[in-house]
Nanobody
Framework: QVQLVESGGGLVQAGGSLRLSCAASGSIFTLMVMGWYRQAPGKQRELVATITTGRSTSYADSVKGRFTISKDNAKNTVYLEMNNLRREDTAVYYC?????????WGQGTQVTVSS
């Protein structure tokens, strides 16, 4: 069983930065494709960024150049560095791990960007 626990959300002014962390339990962290999703009020959950086992990354167009996903295999942790935050980045951010058809989700962390 894999458990994912996010942290690092909060309230920040537009233009500011936050770093989200997602700590994973279990022994398959290095085998999983890890990702960050977000869900704003009244909207569907959307993919923000992913990182593969080989550390290849991909991003939604809306966050390219502002967000960076990374991971530390020694700490079983994946990060999302968010810079130049905008009001439209306000959402609950979820950590996701995918392995052999199984999706694992964290409980989510709220990010609120004020003007």
């Amino acid at each position: 069983q894999v458990q994912l626990v996010e942290s690092g959300g909060g309230l920040v002014q537009a233009g500011g930065s936050l770093r989200l962390s997602c700590a994973a339990s279990g022994s398959i962290f290095t085998l999983m494709v890890m990702g960050w999703y977000r869900q704003a009020p009244g909207k569907q959950r959307e993919l923000v960024a992913t990182i593969t086992t080989g550390r290849s990354t991909s991003y939604a167009d809306s966050v390219k150049g502002r967000f960076t996903i990374s991971k530390d295999n020694a700490k079983n942790t994946v990060y999302l560095e968010m810079n130049n935050l905008r009001r439209e980045d306000t959402a609950v951010y979820y950590c996701n791990g995918f392995w052999y058809g199984n999706n694992y989700w964290g409980q989510g962390t709220q990010v609120t960007v004020s003007s």
